[in-house]
């Protein structure tokens, strides 16, 4: 089992940026791809980013390229989302996630976090 903690979110002005940090515990993290997931209620989770476990392979939604960066430290068994140039339709609950493989689809990982909330406020 792999636990996932997410941190980070909160009111931000459009323009603004935010570090979201994603805490695993349990089983070791390394080995695992990670991937940032986001729902806005009464819609479908949205992939963000995902990032492999070596970070050799790094995929964003074109909703957020160039503006949200993801990395992972596997030696402190976390994952980041940098987001900056932030818009109101950014506003959503973030979501980490761990699976096997790195993926767009929210079905292939085994693992999530409970989310936090980022609003970004016109």
């Known amino acids: 089992q792999v636990q996932l903690v997410e941190s980070g979110g909160g009111l931000v002005q459009v323009g603004g940026s935010l570090r979201l940090s994603c805490q695993a515990s349990?089983?070791?993290?390394?080995?695992?791809?990670a991937g940032w997931f986001r729902q806005v209620p009464g819609q479908e989770r949205q992939f963000v980013a995902y990032i492999t476990w070596r970070g050799r392979t790094i995929e964003y939604a074109d909703s957020v390229k160039d503006r949200f960066f993801i990395s992972r430290d596997n030696a402190k068994n976390a994952v980041y989302l940098q987001m900056s140039s932030l818009k109101p339709e950014d506003t959503a609950v973030y979501y980490c996630?761990?699976?096997?493989?790195?993926?767009?689809?929210?079905?292939?990982?085994?693992?999530w976090g409970q989310g936090t909330q980022v609003i970004v406020s016109s």
């Open positions: 349990g089983r070791a993290f390394s080995g695992y791809s």
């Open positions: 996630a761990a699976g096997y493989s790195g993926s767009y689809r929210d079905y292939e990982y085994d693992y």
